[in-house]
């Protein structure tokens, strides 16, 4: 089991609650239902507890989804390093491949975490209760199938890419921005800022895949929506397109830390990494 994936399952239980915000704010059609009154509502109804609604579906989530994307990576950096060398370009194909064979891996879970997380929110004769996660994917496999373990797969495997991709090269482009200001040097405040900066982008870009993802994941058999694209323009034309962005501030607030701790965490690891182990194995960083 990688050790990476083992060291985030503390970390859901100060994330989930900000992922079940997400979810509901993402599933509330039209205009109404803002940040504020969707806190107050779970707490009126279910107290703390409410916020920590499909932990186990959360865990299984990061089982399935964290172990396939580091295992893919690592591998795939061994490979990618054939000619002795491992520039930039590769180690970002790497995290773009691993990040969509996670996001196909992770799926059920992540069905099972979104209605899990939305359950609260429907009245109680269309709540699914499901007991816990493994419940909830067989409940789904009988009742809808082997293909409904895997409803939303597009929209998550899309979601997944984009959010590597447009987190290192973001990362990237802001910290030769920031550089250029002279009031940054190659540290720990041009890693932080450029990392939040990143953060922002990679939110904001993946958003209406998120959106598109809960909607569908969230959906029974008699869904509405029939593929990635005809789901995004059945959300804009019915909600406009500030609906697609629906949970953008408990998603950010989510990501901005593990985005930052994730790039200072890779600035050592260069460091260390190509210092040590890819001098002895005569690696090289391009």
């Not at 909600?239 to 701790?261: D, H, N």
């Amino acid at each position: 089991m990688s050790n990476a994936s083992v060291q985030v399952y503390p970390a859901n239980f100060f994330t989930h609650p900000l992922d079940l915000l997400k979810v509901r704010l993402q599933t509330t059609h039209g205009a109404g239902g803002g940040l504020a009154p969707v806190v107050r509502a779970i707490f009126a109804q279910q107290g703390v507890r409410g916020f920590y609604n499909g932990i186990s579906a959360a865990v299984l989530r990061q089982l399935t989804y964290s172990m396939a994307r580091f295992a893919t990576y690592e591998e795939l950096k061994k490979q990618l390093a054939f000619d002795g060398a491992l520039p930039f370009y590769r180690m970002a194909l790497a995290g773009i491949a691993a990040g969509a064979v996670g996001g196909i891996c992770g799926t059920p879970a992540d069905i099972v975490l979104v209605r899990l997380q939305n359950d609260g929110a429907l009245p109680a004769a269309q709540r699914r209760n499901y007991a816990n996660a493994f419940d909830g994917l067989l409940r789904i496999g009988r009742a809808e199938g082997p293909r409904g373990l895997f409803k939303g797969a597009v929209p998550n495997v899309s979601r997944a890419m984009l959010m590597t991709g447009s987190q290192l090269c973001s990362y990237d482009g802001f910290k030769q921005l920031l550089q250029t200001t002279g009031w940054f040097g190659d540290g720990l405040g041009l890693h932080f800022s450029a990392s939040l900066l990143s953060g922002f982008v990679a939110t904001t870009i993946t958003s209406p895949f998120d959106v598109v993802k809960t909607r569908v994941m969230n959906a029974g058999p008699q869904s509405p929506y029939r593929n990635m694209a005809q789901a995004m323009a059945l959300i804009v034309r019915e909600e406009g397109v500030r609906a697609l962005y629906k949970g953008w501030l408990p998603s950010f607030t989510r990501m901005a830390p593990q985005t930052i701790l994730t790039f200072i965490f890779l600035e050592q690891f260069r460091n260390v990494y190509w210092s040590s182990y890819a001098t002895r194995n005569r690696v090289r960083y391009d």
